[in-house]
């Protein structure tokens, strides 16, 4: 798939309940197309009674797509839909073009923004996984890629097996990678929060303004740009807030509705720097129209991951992460009437601030605000303890709130990994009393 590529967009309407109306997932899918460069020509939403294994769409709409792929001299047809291997093989054979669906068009975006090894190993674990998925019964992705593997003889379920093999085996090698560099980056975060500061995590939808804002509060010049998925590997830079000596803002990837669930496991080493944050701020695009929609499809992910609790959960997880809500772009509101009435809910919800990152509206009060927050909260630190410091961990339970604690040995050595939600006075005590003994990361 190159840039340029002529494309046409549809979509099947299977009529379920959806957070969004038709039109709205449409423009979505057309941003998701452009977004890796694509030349939309057309887009456009079928009504689907009954979904077709064959094909998914009926068999008169897929004479309709195909004609429009003509019309519109289409090499291409994004489906805004997860399709079966064998719905996309049968597409492709009778509309006569390339055909990629949903989960296929978001791990291509994210191919091709993946800037760090971290961020190209995830990627390429998730898509290994979504290839997995499709060699049931279709082997022909993969045949183009063989190559080589020419002397096993004809495909047929050898070949499929030996294909599943060499995906699982490469699949195990990238973990092993991954874990390497989530390791590395899991010590960083250890000596940063020995430090100890606040961590600030941005999460949202993407689009909403979550790098624009990052740059506002930090003086930085990350990428922020009318694209989705612009940001995908993590950012952190030091930001300076009233009567906190330091904190840190990380900037991360965005979420978006139906987020291919390979791609979430992937990421998860990536997105747990959200939940190890003192604080989420969880950035809307507050004039979208879909704002309330993009809300639950985020606070979904979040909640996947663990960091806020699920709508189905009775009660807050014990790690959760406090959220405060930052409704972005408020002078994109033209409607004076409904600028209003949100300016009115704003004011009235407790974890909400209103800003603008682009005009700079609303940015000193959010400063504000953060101190406060982060200046009252206790905070998270994470320690390793010697199994035999059993005086430490004792103190660690006596004055702070434990949220996981994990052993683990090595040769004769125990390891005791330990998650305490803390006030930062009495950490240092802590540090005081059972620093240097207790072996913390350093
Ligand atoms: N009018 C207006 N535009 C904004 C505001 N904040 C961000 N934008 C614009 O919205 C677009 C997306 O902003 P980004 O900061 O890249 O959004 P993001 O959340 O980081 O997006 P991803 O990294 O793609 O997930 C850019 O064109 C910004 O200029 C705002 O307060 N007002
Ligand atoms: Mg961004």
Redesign the pocket.
Known sequence: MTRGTRAIVVHADLGRRQRRDVSARLEEAKGLALAIGLDVCATSAFRVRQSRPATLFGSGQVEEIAALAVREQAELIVVDNNLTPVQQSNLEKNCAAKVIDRTGLILEIFGERAATAEGRLQVELAHLDYQAGRLVRSWTHLERQRGGFGFLGGPGETQIEADRRMIRDRMARIRRELEQVTRTRGLHRARRQRAPWPVIALA?Y????????FNRLTGSAVV????????LDPTMRQISLPGIDKAILSDT??FVSDLPHQLVAAFRATLEEVLSADLILH?RDIAHPDSDAQKADVLDVLADLGAVAGEDDEAPADSAVPVLEVW??V??IDDPDHQAAIRNRAEHEPDVALV????GEGIEALRRRLSDILGKSHRRYEFDLNGREGAALAWLHAHGEVLSETAEADGGEVTIHVSVRMEPADYDRFARLHGDQAGLIA
């Open positions: 949202g993407t689009n909403a303004g979550k790098s624009t804002l922020a740009q009318d694209m989705l998925f612009a940001t990837v965005g950035v972005n772009k002078d994109l603008s990152a682009l005009t």
